[in-house]
């Protein structure tokens, strides 16, 4: 049976922001894009640094911070990753013993590929069947 890796779920390229970005320049890429989740890099672009979700904005403003304050103020650093290559279940295992809604997804250099959320792995049918066959079964030793 073939395995479901992260890359087959990756729908889109990922959107991202610099750390210097600001909290409203943040929150209108997310409106634009209609996403709730931004990839902080380096200069380049190309190496995840660190995530600003909308609730990391949202509670951001609630505590009085001006929009104008670096995303990387408020941004959860050295996020959790995921390779193209992984399998899919492996990656929901992440997603659920972190207690987080989305993985950065890095290619074998460590550079930025993509975000695999957890609405990504619900939607594909095939995930859940993908979850399932990560996991090999060992028969429980009987009573007799």
Do not use: C
């Not at 990387?72 to 207690?99: C, M, Q, R, Y």
């Not at 609405?119 to 079964?137: F, G, M, N, P, Q």
Request: glycine share 6%; hydrophobic share 45%.
């Amino acid at each position: 049976m073939i395995k479901l890796k992260v890359k087959d779920l990756i729908k889109r390229k990922p959107v991202v922001v610099r750390r210097a970005s600001t909290l409203i320049e943040a929150a209108r890429i997310m409106v634009q894009e209609n996403i709730g989740l931004l990839v902080v890099v380096d200069e380049k672009g190309e190496t995840p640094l660190g995530v600003i979700s909308e609730r990391d904005i949202i509670r951001a403003f609630a505590n009085n911070l001006p929009p104008n304050t670096a995303v990387w103020d408020v941004a959860t650093k050295n996020p959790v990753t995921a390779t193209f290559e992984e399998d899919v279940g492996s990656a929901a295992t992440k997603i659920v013993n972190k207690k987080i809604r989305h993985l950065v997804v890095v290619d074998n250099a460590g550079k930025l590929a993509g975000v695999l959320s957890i609405r990504d792995l619900v939607a594909e049918k095939s995930t859940l069947r993908a979850i399932v066959s990560s996991y090999e079964y060992e028969p429980l030793a009987g009573g007799d």
